[in-house]
């Protein structure tokens, strides 16, 4: 299963608009998602600023500010593991 990463801040719209589209996209392409507020973490806010929202898959950032559907599902299907 992919494993996405989203790194947001509190009161942040385009953290929201972010986890919309990841919600969306979940319907139809499952994945693990873990989010991490940086707020509570100095070395987190220091590495990440004000590029948030930060997603991550499979361990490498893939979008930050903003994402549609289509480029979430495009990217998804990319990184899936092969069939066996």
Same mark, same amino acid.
């Given at each position: ?9 509190? !009161? ?13 996209? $979940?319907? +139809? @392409? =499952?994945?693990?998602? !873990? ?13 990440? $600023?004000? +590029? @948030? =929202? ?31």
């Amino acid at each position: 299963m992919l494993s996405l990463i989203l790194y947001v801040r509190p !009161d942040c719209c385009l953290c929201e608009e972010m986890k919309t589209t990841l919600h969306m996209v $979940g319907q +139809e @392409i =499952p994945f693990a998602l !873990d989010q991490v507020d940086i707020s509570g973490d100095p070395a987190l806010a220091a590495r990440f $600023g004000n +590029e @948030i =929202p930060v997603l991550f898959i499979n361990g490498r950032k893939a979008f930050k500010y903003r994402v549609t559907a289509s480029e979430l599902r495009r990217r998804l299907l990319r990184e899936q593991p092969a069939a066996v």
